[in-house]
Nanobody, 128 residues
């Protein structure tokens, strides 16, 4: 059974930074892609970033240069470093893991349906 538990969310002023963590357990190894998704009130869930098997990372275009995803397989932890936060980044952030053998990002877009597991989420609120 897979468990994903996010932490690190909170309230921050615009321009600030937060680091999200996701502790994972169960049948997740380095061959499974992982990522961060987010959902703002009244909006659809969207992809934030992925780290694919072997290490390649992908980001939503609007977040490149501000967010950094990383994974520590020895600690079974996924991270998301978020810098220069804006009120538009306010959302619930979810850690997610893919089905084995698929990519979370391909063809220039996130494959949201390929994420088989996700955590309960951690709220990020950015005030102006």
């Amino acid at each position: 059974q897979v468990h994903l538990v996010e932490s690190g969310g909170g309230s921050v002023q615009a321009g600030g930074s937060l680091r999200l963590s996701c502790a994972y357990s169960g049948n997740i190894d380095s061959s499974v892609c992982m990522g961060w998704l987010r959902q703002a009130p009244g909006k659809e869930r969207e992809g934030v970033a992925t780290v694919e098997p072997g290490g390649p990372t992908n980001y939503a275009d609007s977040l490149k240069g501000r967010f950094v995803i990383s994974r520590d397989n020895a600690k079974n932890t996924l991270y998301l470093q978020m810098n220069s936060l804006t009120p538009e980044d306010t959302a619930m952030y979810f850690c997610a893991a893919c089905h084995p053998g698929v990519l979370g990002f391909s063809g220039g877009r996130f494959n949201l349906n390929y994420f088989a597991y996700r955590g309960q989420g951690t709220q990020v609120t950015v005030s102006s």
